[in-house]
């Protein structure tokens, strides 16, 4: 089983660690991470769109089921951000990121309709396509694929705020 540490909206430890897939209460909010993949033959910023490393998530999932987004997940209970979103990478689609590689983009906070929410942390990183293809967790991943960052941009439009898409579009700039 999965634990999960809680925090309160400032982002405090609240000593609280519960099971991941345990309802939350008004007020309390997790740790998640997402990363924005850049592959490594992508063109410098401003020299021309860059090409983004892409998952659909899979068609039995609780949230977005079948929707192509970032790779992502929680934080688990002790784990640092940066340890899960190396962690989160490894799992779902067998690549190995070096800590060393991350970038931290962006801290934003979600607040839900119920009083919930995440402390989510959104890194990025620039990848090499592996030379054999994608290998995924098919639980997670219904399939990978290499799209160019309009049509990232637009896939992931659909379920995020106009803020979070244009901090997107700072990261298309520098990455």
């Not at 892409?54 to 609780?62: C, D, G, N, P, T």
């Not at 949230?63 to 790779?71: A, L």
């Not at 694929?145 to 941009?153: A, D, G, H, R």
């Amino acid at each position: 089983m999965e634990y999960i540490d809680i925090f309160t909206r400032s982002g405090q430890y609240t000593g609280v660690t519960r099971p991941k897939h345990d309802p939350k209460k008004p007020g309390e909010y997790y740790r998640h991470v997402l990363i924005i993949m850049k592959t490594t033959e992508s063109p410098a910023p401003g020299e021309g769109e860059g090409q983004y490393i892409v998952q659909q998530r899979s068609l039995k999932a609780k949230y977005y089921p079948g929707k192509w987004d970032m790779t992502g997940g929680a934080v688990m209970a002790g784990e640092e951000p940066e340890a899960a979103v190396i962690r989160e990478v490894q799992e779902e689609l067998d690549i190995t990121i070096p800590a060393k590689d991350l970038q931290l983009a962006f801290n934003r906070i979600v607040d839900w309709e119920d009083g919930t929410g995440l402390l989510l942390s959104v890194f990025m990183c620039r990848v090499d396509v592996p030379e054999s293809g994608f290998k995924f967790d098919p639980k997670e991943v219904n399939d990978v694929k290499v799209m160019p960052f309009s049509e990232f941009l637009h896939h992931v439009s659909d379920h995020n705020d106009e803020d979070f898409c244009n901090e997107l579009k700072d990261i298309e700039k520098i990455l």
